[in-house]
Antibody
Framework: QVTLKESGPVLVKPTETLTLTCTVSGFSLSNARVGVSWIRQPPGKALEWLAHIFSNDEKSYSTSLKSRLTISQDTSKSQVVLTMTNMDPVDTATYYC??????????????????WGKGTTVTVSS | SSELTQDPAVSVALGQTVRITCQGDSLRNYYASWYQQKPGQAPVLVIYGQKNRPSGIPDRFSGSSSGNTASLTITGALAEDEADYYCNSRDSSGNHGEVIFGGGTKLTVL
């Protein structure tokens, strides 16, 4: 059974750095065409993709948040870590990690997130 | 980056068919995926690669695409289908490694 579980602080202060860990089980971070994405959702708002990392260590970041984000993985621990610097109250959200898969049709690759963690709620407040 | 546009809210009578749409230039190049999210829960993948259903997703959910529009159709909507639905795809502008989500559609089953 494939599972992902997010962990990290519930509360961070403005200007602090947030570190979130996604621990996966039931699949290997070394699998081809498989990776982990981070997505967040502010209260009452839409999903927002943040970053992902694939098994070949290919990384992508949201253009709007790129300067603040770093994603990394430790395959031996089955963990993916996301750090976000300079936290602000507008970053208050539920943060999800999800397994991202790479599909291909006719030479065109597409992404989909097939298994999600339950999410962890982060509040930014002094 | 590009955008994906969804109607904020759609309603359907119990047992009827509803189509939820997602528009964006990226959909001309990349297939959409669809996610169902119920209150207080994580999203669940219901359609990927435009029209594929993960195991466990009922066949009343189907996907299609034409031009810059992807659609999620629920044939014979049940009360349990009331939820928020999000589309996503790769971004075809600038960094093609990016992922974009639509703003979500709140489906009400009457």
């Amino acid at each position: 059974q494939v599972t992902l579980k997010e962990s990290g602080p519930v509360l961070v202060k403005p200007t602090e750095t947030l570190t979130l860990t996604c621990t996966v089980s039931g699949f290997s971070l070394s699998n081809a065409r498989v990776g982990v994405s981070w997505i967040r959702q502010p209260p009452g708002k839409a999903l927002e993709w943040l970053a992902h990392i694939f098994s070949n260590d290919e990384k992508s970041y949201s253009t709007s948040l790129k300067s603040r984000l770093t994603i990394s993985q430790d395959t031996s621990k089955s963990q993916v870590v996301l750090t976000m610097t300079n936290m602000d109250p507008v970053d208050t959200a539920t943060y999800y990690c999800a397994r991202i898969r790479l599909g291909v049709v006719g030479g065109a690759y597409y992404y989909y997130m097939d298994v999600w963690g339950k999410g962890t709620t982060v509040t930014v407040s002094s | 980056s590009s955008e994906l546009t969804q109607d904020p809210a759609v309603s359907v009578a119990l047992g009827q068919t509803v189509r939820i749409t997602c528009q964006g230039d990226s959909l001309r190049n990349y297939y959409a995926s669809w996610y169902q999210q119920k209150p207080g829960q994580a999203p669940v993948l219901v359609i990927y690669g435009q029209k594929n259903r993960p195991s466990g997703i009922p066949d009343r959910f189907s996907g299609s695409s034409s031009g810059n529009t992807a659609s999620l159709t629920i044939t014979g909507a049940l009360a349990e289908d009331e939820a928020d639905y999000y589309c996503n795809s790769r971004d075809s502008s600038g960094n093609h490694g990016e992922v974009i989500f639509g703003g979500g559609t709140k489906l009400t089953v009457l």
